[in-house]
């Protein structure tokens, strides 16, 4: 199968950084191993893709895990907004994703949440989001 979430990764990664609302609350880091980034991030979780060919086309659709992580004196309020403007920035916006050499005709963000982490002290985000793409 063609690397149709490698091609969505990079053109993921490109838009939320150079995203202004976004890049306002986490400062352009969108990253894909957080290893020691500062606070708050957002992460490309996962990429799950499953074809979806038909007769006359060949493609995929790739659910897509981001988590965003704030900083504990930021709290809800923080991810609540990191969350809100990243699924703004996605929602609806096939066209702000190049995903070369593929095409994508659909990009839904799903839901997102905001939850307590299990320190009691910072805030966990995760959206999930489907993006539709084909063979060019």
Same mark, same amino acid.
């Given at each position: 199968? &063609?690397? *149709?979430?490698?091609? %969505? !990764?990079?053109?993921?990664?490109?838009? =939320?950084?150079?995203?202004?609302?976004?890049?306002?609350?986490?400062?352009?880091?969108?990253?894909?191993?957080?290893? !020691?980034?500062?606070?708050? *991030?957002?992460?490309? &979780?996962?990429?799950? #893709?499953?074809?979806?060919?038909?007769? %006359?086309?060949?493609?995929?659709?790739?659910?897509?895990?981001?988590?965003?992580?704030?900083?504990?004196? &930021?709290?809800?309020?923080?991810?609540?907004?990191?969350?809100?403007?990243?699924?703004?920035?996605?929602?609806?916006?096939?066209?702000? =994703?190049?995903?070369?050499?593929?095409?994508?005709?659909?990009?839904? #963000? !799903?839901?997102?949440?905001? !939850?307590?982490?299990?320190?009691? %002290?910072? *805030?966990?985000?995760?959206?999930?989001? %489907?993006?539709?793409?084909?063979?060019?």
């Amino acid at each position: 199968m &063609a690397d *149709y979430a490698g091609a %969505l !990764q990079a053109a993921l990664v490109a838009h =939320l950084v150079a995203d202004a609302p976004l890049a306002a609350l986490i400062g352009g880091r969108v990253v894909d191993e957080p290893g !020691q980034v500062a606070l708050p *991030y957002l992460q490309i &979780a996962s990429l799950d #893709v499953a074809g979806d060919d038909t007769d %006359l086309t060949t493609g995929a659709t790739v659910q897509v895990g981001l988590v965003i992580r704030t900083r504990p004196a &930021a709290g809800k309020t923080e991810a609540q907004a990191i969350c809100g403007a990243a699924a703004a920035a996605l929602h609806r916006r096939p066209e702000a =994703l190049d995903v070369a050499p593929f095409t994508i005709s659909e990009i839904e #963000v !799903q839901t997102w949440i905001v !939850q307590r982490e299990g320190n009691g %002290l910072a *805030y966990t985000g995760r959206l999930a989001a %489907l993006a539709h793409m084909d063979a060019a």
